[in-house]
């Protein structure tokens, strides 16, 4: 199987990575040209353009974009959508909320073009550990991408929602979820320093990864942040990317969700309150995702 890639980011570089690994062909594309060079080291074909892309792609294209939501995958999909033939398969791996999906797969089907939404988990540690995938889109075209989905994920960590927007609409879900998971850590550390006598934190969070009820990834990932001697210059928490999508996720379906508003508001916070907290959750989003911290 062959495919295009467009995105070598964080998260692109090592999804192409793995794609490679799993023996699919890759012509990847960047914007920036030595991200092209430097996965053609790792056996991609490179690709400098979008027309150099698709000139390297033989029979029914399949396109995987992964790149940040709104203007960048919009202008990357008005500029190749002319160039596609009629059932192309073009894949957008962002995380976008759901309604663009369904608006990316209207203007897909103008050109006959079949367009899947594919919410990605699993961060910069995908290579190793894989992705989840939650994939939304034409339920007879599936099995067409399932080869990458089988390459990309572990064994059951993929699976096919629904219609155009399924997709994403899992994988916000899904981060609506990490935000509360994460809030709720945050708060755990925080509330362990208001003690009367001096609580070892790090050593508090370590001890509950191997076997208490609140193991999870996310408990490896911060006891690994906390024991960062990064950590004491780590700033609180100042990326609200993907917050407005999440809103608007929970408020389209009526959803009751005090939780993540909680969260998602801590997160906007720039209050000297819960500063722990917030450079907690800095902390463990860069671990996870690779996501800027600032430091002092
Ligand atoms: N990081 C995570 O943990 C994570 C997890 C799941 C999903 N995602 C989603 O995956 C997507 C990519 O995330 P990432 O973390 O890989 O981001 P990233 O590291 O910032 O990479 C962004 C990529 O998009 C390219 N790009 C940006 N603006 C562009 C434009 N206007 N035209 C063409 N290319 C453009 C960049 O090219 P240059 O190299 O030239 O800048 C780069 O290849 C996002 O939608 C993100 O929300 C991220």
């Known amino acids: ?129 894989g992705y989840t995938l939650m994939v939304g889109g034409p339920k007879d075209l599936f099995k067409e991408i399932e080869p990458l989905c089988k390459a990309l994920s572990p064994k059951e960590s993929y699976g096919y929602f629904g219609e155009a927007g399924a997709g994403h609409f899992v994988k916000s879900v899904h981060n609506i979820v990490e935000y509360v998971y994460l809030q709720g850590i945050a708060e755990g550390v925080e509330i362990l320093s208001k003690f009367k006598q001096e609580i070892d934190i790090n050593k508090a969070v370590h001890i509950w990864r191997p076997a208490s009820v609140v193991r999870s990834w996310l408990m490896d990932l911060t006891d690994n942040a906390l024991g960062s001697p990064d950590f004491k210059d780590i700033l609180p928490v100042n990326n609200s990317v993907t917050i407005n999508e999440l809103r608007e996720t929970s408020k389209s379906v009526n959803a009751y969700a005090p939780a993540f508003e909680i969260a998602a508001n801590i997160r906007e916070d720039k209050s000297d309150k819960f500063v722990l907290g917030k450079r907690t959750i800095a902390a463990v989003r860069n671990q996870f995702g690779g996501h800027k911290v600032e430091k002092k």
């Not at 199987?1 to 690994?21: D, H, T, Y």
């Open 1 to 129: 199987m062959k495919i295009g890639f467009i995105g070598l980011g964080r998260m692109g570089f090592f999804m192409v990575e793995r794609l490679l690994q799993h023996k699919i062909e890759v012509v990847a594309h960047n914007r920036s040209p030595e991200k092209v060079d430097e996965i053609a080291k790792k056996g991609a074909i490179p690709a400098h353009s979008v027309d150099e892309l698709l000139q390297k792609l033989e029979g029914r294209k399949i396109i995987w974009l992964m790149l940040p939501a709104g203007k960048a995958t919009d202008e990357v999909m008005k500029k190749i959508l002319p160039k596609l033939s009629k059932n192309d398969i073009l894949i957008d791996g962002a995380n976008d909320f759901y309604g663009n999906a369904e608006r990316h797969s209207k203007e897909c089907s103008k050109y006959g073009v079949n367009f899947f939404d594919c919410g990605v988990s699993g961060g910069i540690w995908g290579l190793k550990n």
